[in-house]
């Protein structure tokens, strides 16, 4: 069975660090784009950090640079993004999803590429 199964989340405080995990199954992550999205209450989902299979590069929006790191464990065939000095701003559902198409990084964050695969979320909530 395909899937991709996020874990980690929870109640942290401003400042706090939280290492979310998704697990993929039925396809071998290092062969697809992978990244990791959010999507806060009112808000539209939006890439946060993203590995591209094109070019092998990591895209980071500006709102998490330098405080989120995404990682791949191919023996474990999973993914991770360790998220680091949290910010109420970060509080939101964040999913994991794969793509099959060789892209680039940023464009596997941009929204506009095709996602084969989505986790079913995990909830990250920072308070102040």
């Known amino acids: 069975q395909v899937q991709l199964v996020e874990s980690g989340g929870g109640l942290v405080q401003s400042g706090g660090s939280l290492r979310l995990s998704c697990a993929a199954s039925?396809?071998?992550?290092?062969?697809?784009?992978i990244g990791w999205f959010r999507q806060g209450p009112g808000e539209e989902r939006e890439g946060v950090a993203c590995?591209?299979?094109?070019?092998?590069?990591?895209f980071y929006a500006d709102s998490v640079k330098g405080r989120f790191t995404i990682s791949i464990d191919n023996a474990k065939n999973t993914v991770y993004l360790q998220m680091n000095s949290l910010r109420p701003e970060d509080t939101a559902v964040y999913y994991c999803?794969?793509?099959?198409?060789?892209?680039?990084?940023?464009?596997?964050?941009?929204?506009?590429?095709?996602?084969?695969?989505w986790g079913q979320g995990t909830q990250v909530s920072v308070s102040s």
């Open positions: 039925g396809f071998t992550l290092d062969r697809y784009a």
């Open positions: 590995h591209g299979s094109a070019d092998g590069n990591t």
């Open positions: 999803a794969a793509g099959r198409r060789d892209l680039p990084s940023y464009y596997f964050c941009s929204g506009y590429a095709t996602y084969d695969y």
